[in-house]
């Protein structure tokens, strides 16, 4: 069975930096990618930025892809976004997820617990 763990959310400053880690088990293959979504207070789900894990291809949505990068520790099985530059609307709980698929296109099957990512002065 597929399993996600997120770590590394935590409170941070305004243009502060946080590394969050998705560790993926349960599924040796190469080829599935890694979504990462968040959820703002009050507001709904919303995804972030996404890799395969095949080759390392990344996308991002705009409001982020200046400050935020993904890679990827094969060896590990972790999958990492690294956030800079934060801003408190950057604040939300941040879940990973799972697609049995090179592309990262819908849908995301399995899903971590979250972890919760606050920017705060």
């Known amino acids: 069975q597929v399993q996600l763990v997120e770590s590394g959310g935590g409170l941070v400053q305004p243009g502060g930096s946080l590394r969050l880690s998705c560790a993926v088990s349960?599924?040796?293959?190469?080829?599935?990618?890694i979504g990462w979504f968040r959820q703002p207070p009050g507001k709904e789900r919303e995804a972030v930025a996404c890799i395969s894990n095949f080759d390392g291809t990344s996308y991002y949505i705009d409001s982020v892809k200046d400050r935020f990068s993904l890679s990827r520790n094969n060896a590990k099985n972790t999958v990492y976004l690294q956030m800079g530059n934060l801003t408190p609307e950057d604040t939300a709980i941040y879940s990973c997820?799972?697609?049995?698929?090179?592309?990262?296109?819908?849908?995301?099957?399995?899903w971590g617990q979250g972890t919760q990512v606050t920017v705060s002065s």
């Open positions: 997820a799972f697609h049995r698929e090179v592309k990262c296109v819908p849908p995301f099957d399995v």
């Open positions: 349960g599924f040796t293959s190469d080829l599935y990618t």
